[in-house]
């Protein structure tokens, strides 16, 4: 009886340790499999990817955070991927070291600011790195939300025109504005591009405007806008790009900061063809339009051979220089006429482009007497009243003093109706006599001459090299007056000192005896006085180069010894 429980007993402490081993065996088979689950999970999500938002405005930014924790280093996934819906406007990496509840875990982390392209429903795409692959993430961008009022907004965008319609080549203001009640920097700005029309940044500034109470930071930029063709004009909208919070010079990444995208919106401004009604010539819509016209010196002293310049400056407000015309050529008998390059400048301000077209002639009477110049009339369109108008320069008469200078024919010839007759004298009787008697007295003078030069040469080389300035007294005037003088006093005092070494240039204007003498330095001294009295605006005198030219000049008079020439006629080959 004992041995029959004893081999039961057996049996059974038997049978429980099969069960006990099968259980150990089926706990480690479960565990193997909740450790390779786990493992397949933590492998499928060693790249993840996440966003701070899911909807948003088309105006609106939202922040993609992108990690790795593989075991893999280097490289990058390829964010191009995210460039066909999105603009990416910052992006920064950062390696991560860890350690939590006694674990520890290293990561690569990723942070993208993104601000959508469209509107609808769109997807951040998925990305890849070493073999891994992100979750793509839907987002919905809705239509930009009426700019929150008052207090509530922090920065937005204005767009502002001066004009509701506009005619076609016409000036119109376009205004950029940025309000902030936050410090931003890092401002980045889309330019203005218009298809079809010219557009040029005229000013840019800063000021403090307070809308219900709250001070608002305004950062404007404005543009003008010259549509080329009739129909609509698109403004498109504008992206601006800018950094919030202050600027830490001490922190390498400024982890506080956030970057903000705004947007303007689209405008269409209709522009409409020239008037049927506009009878002009060129197709003018200004402003204003204004003629304006000087002389070199006054006309009231024209004298024949003498040159003088006429200045034409036309000035349009809201029309660049590019589309002023030019102005009629002078064609009048008994007047030569010299026209320079006309000179265009534009001028950009707060109320847009201010274009000017400088003509300039210099005007040479051949004969005196009475001339009238032609008046000059500009016919433009007013676009402050909307109507045709006409701005003229009056019919200019003056009279012209002096003896008539030859011109020549078409055949070559001078025509002798404008010189002044010949006269004749009747020869006396031995004339010839005393002519050959006055000319050996003059052959045997010339001889002691000659051999007086011979016997004092070295004397006369000496006093020659010793000889004082002509006309010192001129000389040192003429320096004063360089020094400190107004450019019409050193001209007046320039002619008198030319005048008084060398006598024979006559009734020579200052120009025409510049360039008879042919001195440099005198050229040179003329140009500058000339840039500083007729150009408009005038350009600075240059006192020291003036100084050294007349320095210069005077010098080349004191040690050379340049000879009186026989001045041609200065317009004509010869005399009649």
């Not at 936050?182 to 403090?208: C, M, S, W, Y």
């Not at 269409?268 to 003629?291: C, F, M, N, Q, R």
């Not at 320069?393 to 025509?415: C, M, N, Q, Y």
């Not at 006599?433 to 000496?462: D, E, G, M, P």
Request: a positive charge; aromatic letters at 8%.
């Amino acid at each position: 009886m004992v041995t029959f429980f004893k081999a039961i007993s057996s049996k059974m402490i038997g049978d429980m340790s099969v069960i006990k081993s099968l259980k150990v065996r089926l706990a480690q088979g479960l565990t193997a499999l909740l450790l390779l689950t786990i493992a397949c999970v933590a492998s499928a999500q060693d790249l993840t990817a996440s966003v701070d938002r899911n909807e948003l405005a088309i105006n609106e930014t939202f922040t993609l955070t992108l990690r790795y924790s593989g075991k893999q280093s280097g490289g990058q996934p390829d964010f191009n991927l995210l460039e066909q819906d999105f603009e990416v406007l910052s992006r920064q990496q950062s390696n991560q070291y860890r350690v939590i509840n006694g674990r520890a875990e290293s990561f690569v982390e990723w942070t993208v600011i993104l601000a959508p392209l469209k509107e609808g429903k769109l997807f951040v795409p998925s990305l890849h790195l070493h073999g891994e692959v992100s979750d793509a993430i839907p987002i919905t961008v809705n239509q930009a939300g009426q700019a929150p009022a008052g207090q509530n907004r922090k920065a937005f965008l204005e767009v502002e025109t001066d004009k509701e319609k506009i005619f076609v080549q016409e000036q119109l203001l376009v205004k950029v504005r940025l309000y902030t009640t936050v410090g931003l920097h890092d401002i980045a700005t889309d330019p203005l591009q218009i298809p079809g029309a010219h557009v040029e940044k005229v000013d840019e500034r800063r000021f403090e405007r307070r809308i219900d109470g709250v001070g608002h930071a305004v950062y404007e930029l404005t543009y003008a806008v010259f549509p080329e063709s009739s129909g609509e004009l698109q403004i498109p909208s504008l992206n601006y790009v800018a950094v919030t919070g202050r600027r830490d010079p001490f922190s390498l990444f400024n982890r506080n900061a956030q970057r903000i995208r705004l947007r303007s919106e689209a405008k269409t401004i209709p522009v409409e063809p020239k008037p049927d009604s506009y009878s002009g010539s060129h197709w003018l819509p200004a402003a204003s339009l204004g003629l304006v016209q000087s002389w070199s010196k006054d006309p009231e002293q024209f004298k024949v051979g003498e040159p003088i310049t006429r200045i034409i400056t036309l000035r349009a407000e809201g029309l660049r220089a590019a589309q002023l015309p030019p102005l009629p050529e002078l064609n009048i008998d008994g007047l030569k006429t010299y026209p320079d390059q006309p000179q265009q400048e534009d001028q950009p301000g707060p109320s847009g482009v201010d274009g000017s077209r400088i003509e300039t002639t210099a005007i040479v009477a051949t004969k005196p007497g009475s001339y009238q110049l032609p008046a000059v009339t500009i016919t433009w369109w007013d676009t402050k009243t909307g109507r045709q108008r006409a701005t003229q320069l009056p019919a200019f008469r003056f009279i012209v003093s002096g003896a008539s200078i030859a011109t020549p024919t078409e055949g070559g010839k001078f025509d002798q109706s404008i010189s002044p007759t010949p006269t004749t004298s009747t020869v006396k009787p031995g004339f010839w006599q005393k002519l050959a008697i006055v000319a050996i007295a003059l052959h045997f003078l010339w001889i002691l001459y000659f051999f007086y030069l011979r016997k004092n040469r070295l004397t006369s080389v000496t006093t020659r090299k010793r000889k004082k300035p002509i006309n010192p007294v001129g000389a040192e005037k003429l320096k004063s007056l360089a020094k400190d003088a107004s450019p019409q006093e050193i001209q007046a005092g320039l002619r008198e000192w030319l005048h008084s070494r060398w006598p024979n240039l006559g009734a020579l204007g200052l120009e025409a005896a510049t360039k008879q003498l042919g001195i440099s330095e005198l050229s040179q001294i003329v140009e500058i006085l000339n840039d500083t009295t007729y150009k408009a605006p005038p350009k600075p005198i240059n006192r020291p180069q003036l100084q050294i030219l007349v320095e210069r000049l005077i010098r080349q008079e004191d040690h050379v010894d340049v000879k009186t020439k026989e001045l041609p006629d200065l317009f004509t080959g010869g005399t009649a």
